[in-house]
T-cell receptor
């Protein structure tokens, strides 16, 4: 079945540090890949969408890239701030079949200290 | 534009009790999802609707969970006889056939 693996459970950084989170995915279909951010007490919010056609996406200083060869996609930010502290999830939607279903990774808790 | 609203925000039950969660999606969104998010895990799809029709309920424990969306707008998720393993946040999301917009969730604790 479809799966998304997100290995980094927790990341602690200082302000202005570089953030990098990696996910790998597995599917026999055509994936669209997403990064969601979840702040405490709230539902997930879409941060970025990356299609396999464009390989990259960017929003709010974050950039996502996709590597079809290794079936992985990454989220990065050059200089994190304390307000970036949240849980970040990678997710995948496979077109065709039961389209619309999102498969999430386990999440990465990012803590940025000043 | 109002976002997805859910109620209640919190629920605490004893094992064996029943509970219902209510979701009001964004107006005009034809697709509605229910996810279960255990503590420190990613959301996992339970069921989703397009209008009033169930599209996928393969992950819904059918012996105790049920979900309806009778008029294709609001939806209710019900747990008939809660177990401690049901402790989680229950998220509702809606979509106009693209991006999913999530509500704040209902945090359920089963003692």
């Amino acid at each position: 079945g479809d799966s998304v693996i997100q290995m980094q459970g927790q990341v602690t950084l200082s302000e202005n540090d570089f953030l990098f989170i990696n996910c790998t995915y597995s599917t026999t279909g055509y994936p669209t890949l997403f990064w969601y951010v979840q702040y405490s007490g709230e539902g997930p919010q879409l941060l970025l969408q990356v299609t396999t056609a464009n390989n990259k996406g960017s929003s709010r200083g974050f950039e996502a890239t996709y590597d079809k060869g290794t079936t992985s996609f990454h989220l990065q930010k050059t200089s994190v701030q304390e307000i970036d502290s949240a849980v970040y999830y990678c997710a995948m939607r496979v077109t065709g079949g039961l389209s619309g279903k999102l498969t999430f990774g386990e999440g990465t808790q990012v803590t940025v200290i000043s | 534009e109002a976002g997805v609203t859910q109620s209640p925000r919190y629920a605490v039950l004893q094992e064996g009790q029943a509970v219902s969660f209510w979701c009001d999606p964004i107006s005009g969104h034809d697709t509605l999802y229910w996810y279960q998010q255990p503590r420190d895990q990613g959301p996992q799809l339970l069921v989703y609707f397009r209008d009033e029709a169930v599209i996928d309920n393969s992950q819904l424990p059918s012996d105790r969970f049920s979900a309806v969306r009778p008029k294709g707008t609001n939806s209710t998720l019900k747990i008939q006889s809660a177990k401690q393993g049901d402790t989680a946040t229950y998220l509702c999301a809606s979509s106009p056939r693209g991006e999913q917009y999530f509500g704040p969730g209902t945090r359920l604790t089963v003692l």
